[in-house]
């Protein structure tokens, strides 16, 4: 009896190591379909000046539009698109229809916003970037004063030397460069003052708590001085209160981005959020 139990144990966990090959192996041909049936999209979401409240750019964020599913968030796509291999491969989509999206606004006849694509640090070490983001721009018309790209600092201080590499060159022509989650990937000072960069963004936790808690305050505030010296740019991520607003104002945060103002939205729902480019008047 005893024995059969101990069969029974192992037939269950063999079972379970079976059914996460399986689960695996789903989700693997899961991402290669997401790419082939053309069920990925990007949504947008408004970044904004915090006095005017005018939007300024719009950041890409993936979704994967899943016929059973529904709307599955980037958290469940990247990891396994990273582990297999296919992140520069979606990535480039990501670039290519994020350019395309943002030509497409500007022939509607909306003032130029700017565009920012996350780019991940499978993607920034791939030895091809450069070249696909020259050759995006080429093919889709997009000044390269309308690009910026965000790369995580968690991201980037995993090689710091190829990243500064890869980043030079990419300024070489002529976009903006964004580290995205600022504050959580333990940058050190002298690394931040010699990378080419143009903007920090305040990683959302601290938004999130800075009303509640003394120390957040102070990271953000410390943040903002940090951008002030270094003189880059910087946003706040991740605004979903007038409160959390009204403090960034204060403390002269030039630009935010978070809920408050929009949630990510579909290309369509979007130009509500854009001024229309004035016209020459006629005659
Ligand atoms: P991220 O680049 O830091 O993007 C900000 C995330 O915060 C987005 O989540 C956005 O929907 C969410 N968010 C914006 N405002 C608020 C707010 O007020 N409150 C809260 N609670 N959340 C807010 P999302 O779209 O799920 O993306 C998560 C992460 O996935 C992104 O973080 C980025 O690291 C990554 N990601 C998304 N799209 C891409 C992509 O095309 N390529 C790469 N490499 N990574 C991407
Ligand atoms: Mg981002
Ligand atoms: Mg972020
Ligand atoms: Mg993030």
Redesign the pocket.
């Known amino acids: 009896r005893a024995k059969t139990q101990r069969g029974g144990g192992a037939q269950f966990y063999n079972t379970q190591m079976t059914d996460e090959a399986i689960n695996r192996i789903e989700a693997e041909a899961n991402v290669r379909q997401a790419l082939r049936r053309n069920e990925l999209v990007l949504f947008f979401q408004p970044q904004f000046e915090v006095g005017s409240r005018r939007v300024t750019g719009v950041e890409a964020l993936l979704r994967w539009v899943h016929p059973g599913r529904g709307i599955v968030p980037p958290v469940q796509l990247i990891p396994i698109a990273e582990e297999i291999g296919l992140m520069p491969l979606v990535g480039d989509w990501v670039l290519e229809t994020a350019c395309k999206q943002a030509v497409a606004w500007d022939k509607l006849g909306y003032a130029p916003i700017r565009m920012s694509v996350n780019v991940s640090v499978s993607q920034l070490h791939a030895g091809n970037l450069v070249d696909r983001v020259k050759w995006i721009l080429k093919t889709t018309g997009l000044p390269p004063s309308r690009l910026e790209l ?1 790369i ?1 600092e968690s991201g980037l201080m995993q090689n710091v030397a190829e990243s500064t590499l890869v980043l030079e060159q990419l300024k070489a022509l002529g976009l903006f460069i964004a580290i ?2 600022f504050g959580t990937g333990y940058s050190s000072l002298s690394y931040l003052s010699r990378l080419p960069i143009d903007r920090l ?1 305040i ?2 936790s601290f938004i999130a708590r800075m009303v509640s808690d003394k120390h957040d305050r102070e990271i953000v505030q410390a943040v903002l001085s940090l951008a002030h010296v270094l003189e880059l740019d910087v946003i706040a ?1 991740g605004v979903e209160t007038e409160e959390q607003l009204s403090f960034l104002k204060a403390n002269g945060c030039p630009q935010a981005q978070g809920y408050l103002m929009s949630r990510p939205l579909a290309a369509e729902k979007l130009a509500a959020f854009f001024d229309k480019r004035p016209q020459p008047l006629e005659g």
């Open positions: 965000e995580t995205d989650d963004k990683d959302q991520e």
